[in-house]
């Protein structure tokens, strides 16, 4: 069982990208899914869930700037990000809501000014 987030990279302040996150060795799509984020020297925080019937919920940081979406038949949730500022540089990491699977290495978002 493994979650692959890619999508990230280096962009200017005011950019976007989109990160997704592909679930292998097993089906997520009765789980809550959720982006989670780590800035050099912080603890990580949660970014925003997406529940099984799709419903969301932001962190107040990200709300309007931010989108989680899924495609249960490919298995992958992913995070729109719009508006990019230099704070949300991060390494960007997803995960099951209840009873997380072994973090993996995530992906880095870069956002220069």
């Known amino acids: 069982v493994q979650l692959q987030a890619s999508g990230g990279g280096l962009v200017q302040a005011g950019g976007s990208l989109r990160l997704s996150c592909a679930a292998s060795?097993?089906?997520?799509?009765?789980?809550?899914m959720a982006w989670y984020r780590q800035a050099p020297g912080e603890q990580r925080e949660l970014v925003a869930i997406?529940?099984?019937?799709?419903?969301?919920n932001y962190a107040d940081s990200v709300k309007g700037q931010f989108t989680i979406a899924r495609d249960n038949g490919k298995n992958t949730v992913y995070l729109q990000m719009n508006s990019l500022k230099p704070e949300d540089t991060a390494v960007y990491y997803c995960?099951?809501?209840?009873?997380?699977?072994?973090w993996g290495q995530g992906t880095q978002v870069t956002v220069s000014s």
């Open positions: 060795g097993t089906t997520f799509s009765k789980n809550a």
């Open positions: 995960n099951v809501v209840l009873n997380p699977i072994p």
């Open positions: 997406i529940n099984s019937g799709d419903s969301t």
